[in-house]
């Protein structure tokens, strides 16, 4: 019953929420050469900080996957092992 009473609001609330106007895309749009943060980095310097860290958050998210992965892997094998 919990489970129908939830499959329910969320389909009404789906009805009420609102989506963006449409927005008609000009040629300046595609041609956008004026992001001021991205050239302020590069004038700057810090634009090679930045991609820095978000490579270093990247690989240590990655690395910690990989040995999440591996441990889950490890805890697997030994339920399996117990089991037989």
């Known amino acids: ?3 129908i009473g ?3 609001v969320f389909c009404l609330t789906s009805f009420f ?3 963006q106007d449409k927005i008609e895309i000009t040629e300046s749009d595609y041609a956008n050469q004026e992001v001021e943060m991205a050239d302020r980095f590069r004038e700057e ?3 090679y900080i930045l991609t820095g ?3 270093i958050i990247l690989g240590g998210m990655v690395t910690y996957l990989v040995v999440i992965d591996k441990k889950v892997s490890r805890i ?3 339920l399996l092992n117990n089991d037989i």
Do not use: D, F, N, T
Request: charged share 30%.
């Open 1 to 3: 019953m919990k489970k």
């Open 17 to 19: 929420l609102l989506a």
């Open 53 to 55: 860290v978000i490579c």
């Open 6 to 8: 939830l499959l329910l």
């Open 45 to 47: 310097g810090k634009i």
């Open 76 to 78: 697997e094998k030994q």
